[in-house]
């Protein structure tokens, strides 16, 4: 198997107008056989809302995947709740690892957390994905989002956590 062309760390302040590429580039970029132009271009244009995006960026636990170049090629992140709040790899580094990294890094730090299921809403082109690690469908859901209506699939998956036998007891001396 060869080498990564990147680490899986915390992302900083300073990557977010990447971030708001990448995000913005993925939807743009898979979205037109999937979406209309309306919903396109209400979720892509969510990267333009500069303070909003920060705040749901750092209201999660985001990891960025950076090349040697130190720039970002894709994130994810991970609310304390054990919800999985994003994924999105930039449309040229698609196909490459990158959003299995991302899921598998976020899967990791959620088991290390103590969650027992991880939870997510997955658009038409990140589904197939989660069900490749596990994910299922609970419900399909239909939200609307800046004024546009959008289905998303309700998502769950037990982590290892969950499929881990308790710890035997053991007899009391004192019985």
Not at 18 to 42: C, F, H, N, T, W
Not at 45 to 62: C, H, N, Q, V, Y
Not at 75 to 82: C, D, K, N, S, T
Request: proline share 7%; aromatic share 10%; glycine share 10%.
């Amino acid at each position: 198997m060869a080498k990564a062309n990147f680490t899986i760390e915390p992302v900083s302040e300073s990557q977010l107008p990447q971030l708001a590429r990448i995000y913005r580039s993925a939807i743009e970029a898979l979205g037109a056989p999937l979406y209309s132009p309306e919903q396109i271009g209400a979720w892509a244009g969510f990267a333009d809302d500069a303070e909003s995006f920060k705040r749901w960026i750092e209201g999660a636990l985001t990891l960025a995947a950076v090349g040697r170049n130190r720039l970002p090629s894709g994130f994810g992140g991970l609310e304390p709740q054990g919800r999985i709040s994003s994924l999105f790899v930039q449309p040229d580094c698609m196909r490459q690892g990158i959003g299995s990294a991302m899921l598998r890094a976020l899967i990791t730090k959620a088991e290390g957390g103590g969650h027992g299921a991880l939870t997510t809403e997955a658009s038409e082109f990140s589904k197939p994905l989660f069900e490749k690690f596990g994910f299922a469908v609970e419900t399909i859901e239909h939200t609307t989002f800046r004024n546009v209506r959008f289905t998303r699939y309700a998502m769950r998956r037990r982590t290892l956590i969950a499929h881990r036998a308790p710890p035997p007891r053991t007899a009391s001396p004192h019985r």
